[in-house]
């Protein structure tokens, strides 16, 4: 079973360090709005950005985090949800409620669909397993001319206006998909730590054992699958408001990277850690053409640099600092303590050798 289920509970500081580090992010996302100087900009090309970008990551991290699987087809399943949405709205002149239901049920029956596929399989045969599938809608979305619009894509998707809630003005819907990301990591954290979660754990570390056990390894694989489609669907429903129109380059190779970049940025083994690596892409975009032209290469610099001194992402450099000050301190201890002789003979061997000899 999982080595998390029998660690040694954390105590201490170090029991309630994540949640005050959780509280301290959710504190600055909240007053965000009110520290930068021109919210016109921040807002949506930072702070809504890093939001849609961190849930569908987030997805993708839930996956490879108690599943062990990799999945590029988040992405691809933001925007099967996105497309719902454009096309109930833009084709169909429906409103954004129904609009959003639909690209919701459709991004996660496409994840259920993407599993069916793909669950028989695990590590790099899933992963290039959901590449492909990414590309194939890709290139389905380029030329579709009648559901998709083609390269065209659908515009403009209307952000709502309900009165007591009005999306088009940038704060309201900045604070709205902070609710709704917050609403998705409460969810995935549930999922986690409920039984569904601990049993998936269990397939990640030893299917066989699962499988003899009456577990049916590949129905939880599926279940999972399409249980982080639905995170990515949600994602995707953020996005096409922020976008304001769905188009092929939602869906492009270019945006599955990105979303993998953040994950690996942000920590690929934390919910939370997502946008903190969200964040990061989203100013390296919007900043660093004003730095160097080879805007992408200081992108792909950063990125080399924050695998090399921290591999475990952003999120995982607390505990990786707490190893480091653990290996000095038990070193140092090993350095006070007076060498023991090799030869001198314990007690209880001393009792035994006297022992044999009479």
Known sequence: MSAELFAPKKTGIARWLPWILIAAVLVFAAIFP???DRPRFWLPNIGVKSIWLGIIAMSLVFLNRYVGLLSLAQVTIAGVAAYGVGYMMVTLEMDFLLGALVGIIAGTLAAFLIALIAARTRAIYFL???????????????????????????APVLKPDWGWLNLNDITTFYYFALIVAVACYALCRYAASSTFGLTLQGVRDSPDRMKALGFNVNGYRIAATTFAGFIASIGGIILVLDRSQVDPDVVSLGSTLDVLVVAVIGGIGSLGGVFIG???????????QNLTERYMTLTGLVFILILLFAPAGIAGIGAQVKRFIDRRRDAAKSVDEPPQDPTAAQPEERAITEGTQQ
């Open 34 to 36: 009110l520290i930068v």
């Open 128 to 154: 290039m397993i959901t590449l492909a599938i990414g590309q194939v809608f890709y290139s389905w979305a380029s030329q579709s001319i009648e559901i998709t619009n083609a390269r065209r894509g659908l």
């Open 278 to 288: 969200a964040v990061i892409l989203t100013l390296l975009s919007n900043f660093a």
